[in-house]
């Protein structure tokens, strides 16, 4: 939260929009001030006992009352676009809710000595995952089983423990990073531990490495299969809600480009759902073979492109995508990393000049700066909705229709 005291801007941890709070500085960067809240002087009336450590990964928002939280959210979106787009949104966003419990279907894990956990904020101190309720009790349950399996074998190799398992946890799936060679026989039996159903490492894969999900989209069903080193939305709740929204706002038999297109999430449900036309372009290895796994099993109306999205080249997608009489590209959808759009990908987007671009991101900020260049080239923002995929802590999916003007 944001305080400012004689003119400096301060970051307060573990504080509320409205409170009065003593907290003391612990670093300095550059123009701005990092504080801990040491005691609460006027409490909000949304303050809770935060139910774990609320410097632990994924807990930073744990005092707060979620419906609050999911106001916050709202106001944020609106503060980037404002502050760094310059730009005024048309509504306010309304930020879908969800349950808090058990909703994250990947998480990456780290192991220190014996322990496994999450890291603390700013450090590399482990936390106990259970304890924030991120993970359903049975993953849980099979990562401690892990665990013990790990040190009954003497096997104190393995840094980084990534974590993948579907919807319905039906089928869970986890890669080791090991600092060390470990041997097929060790790799063997942890794969035989209650609650998984594949183990991979550098050294080889046991069972099976992918899950596969089941979404149901209107009256679609949409099946999809993911490495375990794949990226995929994390939110096991609103996956299904997320990808509706974005699959409704594509047009009936339109011919859409789908930029960062991971596993195939977006191309599959306008392929199946909205008869889309889809040209698919992915540069991660696994998820673009995963996509081309499940543009294949989708039955054909896919086109999948496997490179980087700055590097394809725009007459090779307008091409592909081209039908007699149509645009090459009527939608856009591109739901890109963290950093968000580089330059060449923006410039890519804009030669384009397609009438409609749907914008995924888990980033705001770079969202509002990308979001500028957009409108400063054409578009215009016709609505923003958001999904709280990330349930007690600051981020938030942030979905954005433009239309070109």
């Known amino acids: 939260m944001i305080a400012r005291v004689d003119g400096q801007v301060v970051l307060v941890a573990d504080a509320i929009p409205g409170e009065r709070v003593q907290a003391r500085i612990e670093r300095v960067g550059k123009g701005v001030a990092y504080a801990q809240t040491l005691s609460v002087d006027k409490p909000s009336g949304d303050r809770r006992h935060p139910f774990a450590d609320p410097l632990c990964g994924g807990c930073a928002y744990s005092h707060i009352a979620y419906p609050r939280q999911l106001e916050i959210k709202s106001k944020v979106i609106a503060d980037a676009f404002k502050r760094i787009g310059r730009l005024e949104l048309p509504a306010a966003a309304a930020v879908a809710g969800s349950p808090e419990d058990g909703y994250r279907m990947r998480a990456r894990l780290h192991v220190r000595g014996h322990r496994l956990g999450f890291f603390r904020e700013n450090s590399h101190d482990l936390c106990d995952a259970r304890a924030t309720r991120q993970l359903l009790p049975a993953t849980s349950d099979a ?101 509706a929204h974005v699959a409704n706002h594509v047009p009936i038999g339109s011919a859409v480009l789908d930029l960062y297109a991971g596993v195939g999430l977006f191309s599959v449900a306008t392929a199946v759902a909205r008869g889309a036309r889809v040209v698919a372009v992915e540069g991660d290895a696994y998820a673009a073979d995963d996509l081309h796994a499940n543009a294949a099993a989708a039955g054909g109306q896919i086109t999948t492109v496997r490179g980087a999205v700055e590097t394809v080249a725009t007459d090779v997608l307008a091409t592909s995508g081209r039908a007699a009489g149509r ?79």
């Not at 040190?151 to 090991?178: C, K, P, Q, T, Y």
């Not at 215009?380 to 349930?391: C, K, N, Q, S, T």
């Open 327 to 405: 645009p090459a590209v009527e939608t856009i959808i591109v739901d890109p990393p963290r950093t968000g759009m580089s330059p060449a990908a923006v410039d890519n987007v804009l030669k384009l000049a397609a009438p409609r671009l749907l914008y995924v991101s888990c980033d705001v900020a770079t969202l509002a700066r990308d979001a500028r260049r957009l409108v400063d080239h054409g578009y215009a923002i016709d609505r923003v909705d958001a999904f709280d995929l990330f349930p007690n802590t600051p981020h938030v999916e942030t979905v954005v229709v433009f239309v070109r003007t």
């Open 143 to 243: 990562l401690d089983r892990l665990m013990a399996a790990m040190r009954s074998l003497g096997l104190d190799a393995v840094r980084e423990i990534e974590l993948s398992e579907n919807v319905d946890a039906s089928e869970r799936v986890v890669f080791l990073d090991a600092a060390a060679v470990v041997d097929d026989s060790t790799l063997a039996r942890l794969a035989d531990t209650d609650g998984l159903t594949g183990l991979g490492s550098v050294f080889g894969a046991y069972g099976s490495p992918y899950v596969t999900d089941s979404l149901t989209i209107g009256e679609s069903v949409l099946r999809l299969r993911r490495h375990v080193q794949a990226f995929f939305q994390g939110n096991r709740h609103l996956i299904g809600d997320l990808v």
